[in-house]
């Protein structure tokens, strides 16, 4: 019964987040593809930069952000209604701060193309984005007064350096951390009054962790543009033109 709750949440958080709300945005609104554009990347920063309008970027981030919390709130829902689990096991709860990772990173059409061509690299077109939008989801899940502080810290590095993505990774590298600062990380408010063990919390870190990881590793090649000067600020304005999605033609 663990072994298949352990999947359930995990299918919860991957599913949730392969639901790429930049790329809807991007075709609803502007009729774009939103991989043939700036960075290629699905994701709200690239949203921005390609369509110039910050508001929908940021109504991609916050959507990208509420998958997050919304699977672990689910996760929550299950674990006590519907498995009825003993309160050692509530880290499972969390769960999703990797999977959501995941499943943003690579959602599911990703390796249904991959199954279909039996090639990883001819699917990368299929990738998502760099889920820190996501991230920041299951962050607030866990405590929402770390995610602030978090945020508070992104903000200050993104002002100063100008550089989105190098505040992102400085602050998914640091987000685990955080949540051992007491009275402010590791709320539980989703795990009804559990009384997490060090152990527990250790595990729970872990998830964190490895899901901070996930994303230092998707942002690889901006760090290589940082560490050689070229990653775009933003301040930047460069904007490639990219025409709209034709029209499909119907079939005879």
């Not at 790329?23 to 390609?50: E, K, M």
């Not at 690299?121 to 939008?133: L, T």
């Not at 490895?210 to 690889?220: P, V």
Request: proline share 3%.
């Amino acid at each position: 019964m663990i072994a298949l709750g352990i999947i359930v949440f995990f299918a919860i958080g991957y599913f949730c987040s392969s639901i790429l709300f930049a790329q809807l945005i991007s075709r609803w609104f502007l009729h774009r593809d939103l991989r043939l554009s700036g960075s290629h990347n699905v994701g709200a920063t690239n949203l921005i930069r390609s369509s110039g309008k910050k508001y929908l970027g940021l109504i991609a981030f916050f959507l990208d952000g509420g998958k997050g919390y919304l699977a672990i709130y689910f996760c929550s829902l299950l674990f006590y209604h519907a498995f009825a689990f003993d309160q050692s096991w509530a880290w499972m709860i969390y769960i999703p701060a990797v999977s959501s990772i995941i499943g943003h990173s690579f959602p599911i059409q990703f390796f249904i193309y991959a199954c279909i061509h039996g090639s990883f690299n001819s699917a990368n077109h299929y990738c998502g984005g760099k889920s820190v939008g996501t991230y920041g989801g299951v962050y607030m899940a866990i405590s929402w007064k770390a995610a602030l502080i978090l945020l508070t810290i992104w903000f200050i590095i993104m002002k100063i350096s100008r550089y989105v993505s190098l505040a992102s990774i400085c602050v998914t590298v640091i987000a685990a951390a955080v949540l051992f600062i007491p009275y402010i990380g590791f709320d539980f408010y989703f795990a009804h009054n559990w009384k997490a063990t060090l152990n527990d919390q250790l595990i729970v870190f872990a998830l964190y962790w490895f899901g901070g990881l996930m994303i230092t590793w998707r942002h690889r090649t901006n760090i290589v543009r940082l560490l050689k000067g070229t990653e775009n600020k933003t301040t930047d304005r460069t904007k490639q033109s990219v025409p709209p999605i034709p029209p499909v033609s119907p079939v005879n």
